[in-house]
Every structure is written in C-alpha cells, then in structure tokens.
C-alpha cells in the first residue's frame, strides 16, 4: 500500500494504479471461506480432489476472494480511496498457488457539487498474461478544494 | 443481443424479494478476511479488532451471499453452471458488531449467443441493510447456463 494521500486533482486519465501481486495458498482459501463457515466442508475451492471430478484443473481460488483481491487494488493505492463500486467478469479459473498480478488504469473522472467520482478498468492476470478476471471499479478521492 | 424470448424458466419469481437471513458482523470475522486476501491495512486489521476505528473491507457481504438457498428458477436450459460475474456497491461502511440483514431478488433472465454457442444468464440482486436500516451494500450476481461442448 502506498502511504501516499492522493487527491482528485493528482489523478489523471491513463495514470496506473499501483501493481499488486499475489500468489493465493490452499491455508488462504481456507482462511476465507472459514470466515462464515468454520471448519467448511471441502469443496472445489478446497480440495484439489473434488476440484478435479468435477472437471477443473485443480482447486479454484473463490469468485468472492477474487473480488476482494481486486477491491484491494484499488484501496491499497492510497489510505484517501473510497470504493464505491466495483464490478467484474469472472473470465478464467482462478488457481491456487500461481502467481497473479493485478493492475489497473483510470479511465473515468468527474467532479460535481458534491462528490468527485473516478473510474479504472482493473485486470488480473496469471504469469502468462492470460486475462482471468476482468473490471471496472468507481471510488472517489478528496478534493484540494 | 440479448433476449429472453423463449426461454423457459419460472417467471413468478421476477422482482420478488427473498429473505436470506441475518449475520452478525464480529470483528474476528473481519480481520481474518482482511489476513486471507493479505490486506496490510490497519483500518480493515485494526490493532485490536475490535475497536471503533476498524471497518470492514469494502467486499466483506460477500461472505454472506456465498451458499446461500435462492429459489430454483426451473430454467429449462443447459447442464453446465458458471458464477459469470459480479458487482458490489458500497454504500456505509460495515463495522464489528453490525447485524445484517439482507435480501435477494431474480432481476433478469437473459440470453446471449457467444463462441459456444447460446447462453443463459441469471442475475441476482442482493440487498444488505444494517440495524439502523441503512443500505450497506447491493451485490448483483450473474450466473451462466449453457450446454457442454459434445
């Protein structure tokens, strides 16, 4: 996370929001899916066994952690962020233990009266640059003015 | 283009509110997602998770939406499921000791033609209010059917 406070008037359209990387452990995912169901039963997010009857590749990082990865793209970039929206299209099997990278890129920037309102387009990616989960975030930042 | 002509599926169920429930929101609940996603930002970890300072991760109402039992919308189409998609929209921050309620509604039953072949989607709306009443966070979900490849 940036320690930096970004304003409105910092940003500009086409500026990249900080990268992230993360690779997502079996001991993460459990971690995440234990935080409503305590010792879950095992599933395709847990288990590579079941995972791979039912025709994946492997365990599958959850579409619900996925979307919290991205949020935190956007809310690691600077303490002043306010997420406001995100929506994403989950593209590809997100699998555990390769490396993603997470990027993003400001595509959208109004001020009104009363709030100031940014957009960007977030990607994560595996290693080889194959797009697996794709978006589109709103937060706002706090004005100069 | 996207169309619902023709698609067979449990009509009554448009726009009708579910309920899905209540979950208490504990601090512990929210520092051990902000640790499974690698959050480092005391705001979500917060010193000691339960002070008055710690908020919740702007996705925590997910957790809630995961498993839940909607009603079966009797979609007479395809053999293979997908989670398409999803948005969440963040209205007041969710802090310990919140208690939610939330909600959820089929919004649409549409089709679309792809690469292969046609497919369904259903999306859910999810509401989520606090114990003041306050929308916290809507969650859409979108979900795909379509046939397997033969």
């Known amino acids: 996370m940036t320690t930096e406070n970004l304003y409105f008037e910092d940003v500009e359209l086409g500026d990249e929001i900080n990268p992230m990387t993360r690779k997502i452990s079996l001991e993460q995912v459990i971690g995440f899916v234990s935080v409503r169901e305590p010792n879950p039963s095992p599933s395709r997010f847990t ?5 791979k009857a039912e025709g994946l590749p492997g365990a599958i990082v959850p579409g619900a952690m996925n979307i919290a990865l991205m949020s935190q793209l956007i809310t690691g970039w600077s303490p002043t962020v306010s997420l406001k929206k995100i929506d994403v299209v989950f593209r590809q099997m997100v699998l555990h ?6 990027t993003g890129i400001i595509t959208d920037k109004e001020e ?18 194959v797009k697996l989960v794709i978006g589109h975030a709103e937060f706002t930042l706090p004005s100069k003015s | 283009m996207a169309t619902d002509d023709g698609i ?3 009509r009554s ?3 009708r509110e579910h ?5 208490e929101v504990t601090g512990e609940m ?7 996603t690698g959050e480092t930002d005391n705001k979500y970890l917060g010193e000691a998770a339960n002070t008055e300072n710690v908020i919740a991760p702007p996705t925590i109402c997910n957790i809630f939406v995961n498993n839940i039992s909607r009603p079966d919308i009797k979609l007479q189409f395809g053999d293979l499921s997908f989670f398409a998609g999803q948005s969440v929209e963040c209205k007041e921050h969710v802090r310990p000791g919140d208690r ?17 072949g046609k497919m369904v989607f259903a999306v859910w709306k999810t509401t989520f209010k606090n114990q003041k009443d306050e929308i916290v966070a809507l969650v859409d979900e979108s979900f795909v059917r379509r046939n397997r490849n033969k």
């Open chain 1, 47 to 51: 288990s590579e066994k079941i995972a």
């Open chain 1, 97 to 102: 233990d390769k490396p993603l990278k997470l």
């Open chain 1, 112 to 129: 009104d009266v009363e709030a100031t309102n940014i957009g960007c387009d977030v990607v994560m990616e595996n290693e080889e640059g």
């Open chain 2, 8 to 10: 067979v599926y449990d």
């Open chain 2, 13 to 15: 169920l448009l726009g």
């Open chain 2, 19 to 23: 309920a899905i429930g209540s979950f």
């Open chain 2, 30 to 36: 929210i520092s051990e997602f902000a640790k499974s």
């Open chain 2, 100 to 116: 939610l309620t939330a909600s959820t509604r089929l919004d649409n039953v549409y089709s679309k033609t792809g690469r292969s």
